[in-house]
């Protein structure tokens, strides 16, 4: 048994239980109270789809932490590793019948919860792992978000020449909303791609694109009859040194 909290602000707290581990190759932890919502590759910073991190952000809330409950089943061997994370949160709700859902925002009033449903499965072999979060939230007025991410990342592979120096990443992220009647169905999309240089192992150099479109009602990524100063990409060069 634990408990895990931010203590500075109690941005989130989660109490939990573990079963499994101590020399099985299976582990199940299950928890809640305001839990960091495991969606993406990983959920404390997941805030780089749209090519921007940290509270530069513009899709996803900077911190997805919200009051829920999770249970978190990983399974070893040897270099190979198999993860499951199902949850149910305090979810979203549209302020409007005809309001464009806010990611960051748009929230569940306390006195009217809408409960999120979501699940994120990963694979993981030596440097490589790849993740496929789901989640799917009742908006109301007949409305539905059904938000989808595929999330790659490749550690560096020290073992082989020249590529031992370099990492990768990569994702993609889908929000349809649905329901209402009649094309008033859009969706919100988001990616990155970043590359990291590592010359040593306490500095890298990393470049870092991404795509943010919204209220999307054609098209995989962007519907062009609908850009808007909202609809961009991004690109920026980070240099990070580590004591």
């Not at 989660?14 to 960091?36: C, S, T, Y």
């Not at 932490?65 to 709700?93: I, K, Q």
Request: charged share 20%.
């Amino acid at each position: 048994f634990g408990l895990s909290i931010e203590i500075l602000s109690l941005q989130f707290w989660e109490a939990h239980a573990r079963l499994g581990g101590h020399g099985r190759p299976w582990r199940l932890i299950v928890g809640g109270g305001k839990i960091i919502v495991p969606f993406g590759a990983d959920p404390l910073v997941h805030q780089s789809y749209g090519g921007l991190a940290g509270f530069d952000q513009r899709i996803l809330p900077p911190i997805w932490a919200v009051e829920g409950v999770a249970a978190h089943f990983l399974f070893e061997r040897g270099r190979f590793a198999v993860t499951n994370d199902a949850y149910v949160v305090h979810g979203y709700a549209l302020p409007r019948a005809d309001a464009v859902l806010n990611l960051q925002a748009d929230f569940s009033s306390s006195d009217d919860v809408r409960l999120g449903y979501g699940d994120r499965v990963g694979v993981a072999f030596l440097g490589a792992s790849a993740w496929y979060s789901a989640y799917l939230n009742t908006l109301g007025f007949g409305r539905l978000l059904f938000m989808q991410a595929a999330d790659l990342t490749i550690a560096r592979p020290r073992s082989v020449p020249v590529l031992g120096h370099f990492s990768l990443g990569a994702g993609l992220l889908r929000a349809d909303v649905s329901g209402g009647g009649p094309g008033l169905d859009y969706y919100q999309f988001g990616s990155y791609l970043w590359l990291r240089y590592h010359p040593t192992d306490w500095l890298f150099f990393q470049y870092r694109q991404g795509l943010r479109t919204y209220e999307n009602r054609r098209g995989l990524i962007l519907d062009e009859t609908r850009l808007s100063p909202e609809d961009m990409s991004t690109h920026n060069f980070e240099a990070v040194a580590r004591c």
